[in-house]
């Protein structure tokens, strides 16, 4: 199970931070870890993710003012978003990306909840 | 960028019948396709994968077709739970992985 923790509401120019907390499996298992957010009443949109080596990859539209890190000690990854602004509202989900031996590929399976972040004054 | 376009937008049914949603690409993705469920207030949940595998305890009357540009979902005798928002998305290409922008499945 994923579960995302962080504040709800981000000032603008200010920096999004959330965790995702990893239960019931072990965040160094080989699997790589995302973030996807979806504006209210619209499409998802892919952030970008993390291996547990440590290795990211971005998406490069918000790659300048975007950060995952991992925490394996603590079986959690982070998400860090700099200088946001009222476009970056959204519900922000982590996603376990697991591969699939059967056609040698990756997919996300397995998501968090979701929550809520709204930028505002 | 690859552009994942579907249709319709909205496809309005009647529970038994058989839903054909269309998701094509601005470029090839091989079969790195996936399809993904969408209640509302709920994450997206795994249906198809690699544009025609089942995932875990998804039933037969989904099926996924394709490969290259142009991919469909099918959803054989719908029921009530089916209707809600599916999304492709693809991981042939990246960065970024994209996904299209949704067809909303409603209750005729």
């Known amino acids: 199970q994923l579960h995302e923790s962080g504040p709800g509401l981000v000032k603008p120019s200010g920096t999004l931070s959330l965790t995702c907390g990893v239960s019931g499996g072990n965040i160094g298992s080989g699997d790589w870890w995302s973030w996807v957010r979806q504006p209210p009443g619209k499409g998802l949109e892919w952030i970008g993710e993390i291996y547990h080596s440590g290795s990211t990859t971005y998406n490069p539209s918000l790659r300048s003012r975007v950060t995952i890190s991992i925490e394996k000690s603590r079986n959690q990854f982070s998400l860090r978003l700099t200088s946001v602004t009222a476009a970056d509202t959204a519900v922000y989900y982590c996603?376990?990306?697991?591969?699939?031996?059967?056609?040698?590929?990756?997919?996300?399976?397995?998501w968090g909840q979701g929550t809520l972040v709204t930028v505002s004054s | 960028e690859i552009v994942l376009t579907q249709s319709p937008a909205t496809l309005s049914l009647s529970p038994g019948e058989r839903a054909t949603l269309s998701c094509r690409a601005s470029q090839s993705v091989t079969s790195s396709l996936a399809w993904y469920q969408q209640k509302p207030g709920q994450a997206p949940s795994l249906l198809i994968y690699?544009?025609?595998h089942r995932a875990t305890g998804i039933p037969a009357r989904f099926s996924g077709s394709g490969s290259g540009t142009d991919f469909t979902l099918t959803i054989s005798g719908l029921e009530s739970e089916d209707f809600a928002v599916y999304y492709c998305l693809q991981r042939g290409n990246w960065p970024p992985y994209t996904f299209g922008q949704g067809t909303r499945l409603e209750i005729k």
């Open positions: 996603a376990r990306v697991t591969y699939y031996y059967d056609t040698s590929s990756y997919y996300f399976d397995s």
């Open positions: 690699d544009a025609s």
